[in-house]
């Protein structure tokens, strides 16, 4: 099974702050990385399909990078309904595993 | 408007079974795989399980293959994932979920969760 490490498992920002969160996959993955976007007591929502693509309805300010085995979530200017658990997740074989999660804290 | 609404979530003991659904709206269901998806109390996302559009290929998560069975009925617009022999470890939100159709796989769609508590 391939294993997907994000780190940081939590971060503490201000509205305004770039934020950068990182996913390793223990193997390539191509680019078959996908962002999702959890609110407490919500389901997830999809952010961010094939490392780079933007989700239908997703701001801007949200963008992903990389490919093989190393991706970056980036959040340009993180605004106040930002503050949630992000997950990346490997679609490239299954079991289609996720990231332990960053959660990203209200300085 | 796309909806995927699960029902059948409840208590069971341990190595008890549970059939928990999903009915789906909105989008032509026979085109898509669908998964479930489940999250522990308090912890992350765990992938559990998907099917083919037809059913002809099925995947499951290691720790469930054997126990838990995952099916569709296009006729009805549902999908539902079978749960025996139960384990206390299995109590988590179950998310039904829609394999989008960009072509990478990713989950587009998610429903709203069913409980499922493996407690004596």
């Known amino acids: 099974d391939i294993q997907m490490t994000q780190s940081p498992s939590s971060l503490s920002a201000s509205v305004g702050d770039r934020v950068t969160i990182t996913c390793r996959a223990s193997?390539?993955?191509?680019?078959?990385l996908n962002w999702y976007q959890q609110k407490p007591g919500k389901a997830p929502d999809l952010l961010i399909y094939?490392?780079?693509s933007l989700h239908s309805g997703v701001p801007s300010r949200f963008s992903g990078s990389g490919s093989g085995t190393d991706f970056t979530l980036t959040i340009s200017s993180l605004q106040p309904e930002d503050f949630a658990t992000y997950y990346c997740?490997?679609?490239?074989?299954?079991?289609?595993?996720f990231g332990q999660g960053t959660k990203v804290e209200i300085k | 408007e796309v909806q995927l609404v699960e029902s059948g979530g409840d208590l069971v003991q341990p190595g008890g079974s549970l059939r928990i659904s999903c009915a789906a709206s909105?989008?032509?269901?026979?085109?898509?795989?669908m998964s479930w998806v489940r999250q522990a109390p308090g912890e992350g996302l765990e992938w559990v399980a998907n099917?083919?559009?037809?059913?002809?290929?099925?995947h499951y998560l290691d720790s469930v293959r054997g126990r838990f069975t995952i099916s569709r009925d296009n006729a009805k617009n549902s999908v539902y994932l079978q749960m025996d022999s139960l384990r206390a470890e299995d109590t988590a939100v179950y998310y039904c979920?829609?394999?989008?159709?960009?072509?990478?796989?990713?989950?587009?769609?998610w429903g709203q969760g069913t409980l499922v508590t493996v407690s004596s």
């Open positions: 979920a829609r394999d989008g159709w960009l072509g990478w796989n990713e989950i587009d769609y």
């Open positions: 909105g989008f032509t269901f026979s085109s898509y795989w």
């Open positions: 099917i083919e559009q037809d059913g002809s290929q099925i």
């Open positions: 193997q390539s993955i191509s680019s078959y």
């Open positions: 094939a490392a780079s």
């Open positions: 997740q490997q679609s490239y074989s299954s079991p289609r595993t």
